[in-house]
């Protein structure tokens, strides 16, 4: 599959605070709550024809505060509740790294922590992705960065960590955003805009 015109869109996801309630470390189960819009928006975006992609940090692991196989069922359950309403999640990227805190081989200063951009490079890989046509939704600074560093347009959404960043810290930011959604529902009907 070699061309542009063999390639498919993307739109890559940040998980919390975009997907989920901002709660920090999701350590048990119990605490990873989907907004209940996020099946519907899922199901828009797939239906503007791109592929749903979520690329998130999960440092916690690096820190000891909770394992890979909790993460796996967290996971599993967004992957779940995604398909509800007919969408589809096609791939969830993590990385459980972290450059100063962490035990064992997770203490590392990795290629695949936002806003570095390996995570994306390999879904680009493994899906023939087209990056110019293809779009990050994040509630944080360092999504718009990512986006930037990758050649994606970016949409910020003002759920999670999202408004307070934005009122109180955008005029210091070198790169800005393509749009700004309330939250992931409005994005995914707004992509077309961007």
């Known amino acids: ?39 519907e928006a899922i199901k828009k975006i797939n ?15 690096a820190r000891g505060y909770f394992d890979e196989q909790l993460l796996q069922r967290v996971h ?12 589809r999640i ?5 990385c459980p790294h972290h450059p100063t805190e ?7 200063d990795c290629s695949c922590r936002k806003p570095k951009i390996g995570m994306l490079k390999l879904a680009e890989k493994e899906f023939q992705i087209d990056l110019n046509g293809s779009i990050m939704i994040g509630d944080r600074y360092k999504d718009i960065e990512f986006a930037h560093r990758a050649g994606l347009k970016a949409i910020m959404v003002l759920s999670g960590y999202g408004i307070g960043e934005y009122t ?27």
């Open 1 to 39: 599959m070699n061309g542009v015109q063999n390639q498919v869109k993307a739109v890559f996801l940040d998980r919390d605070g975009t997907l989920n309630e901002e709660m920090g470390y999701i350590n048990h189960q119990s605490r990873f709550r989907i907004f209940e819009f996020v099946p």
């Open 47 to 61: 239906d503007a024809g791109y592929l749903a992609i979520v690329i998130t940090n999960q440092s916690g692991i």
């Open 76 to 87: 599993d359950k967004l992957l779940n509740e995604a398909s509800l309403r007919g969408g």
């Open 90 to 94: 096609e791939k969830i990227y993590y």
């Open 102 to 108: 962490g035990i064992g081989h997770y203490k590392m």
């Open 168 to 194: 109180y810290q955008r005029f210091n930011w070198k790169e800005q955003p393509d749009l700004i959604c309330e939250n992931i529902n409005e994005a995914a009907e707004r992509l077309h805009e961007i």
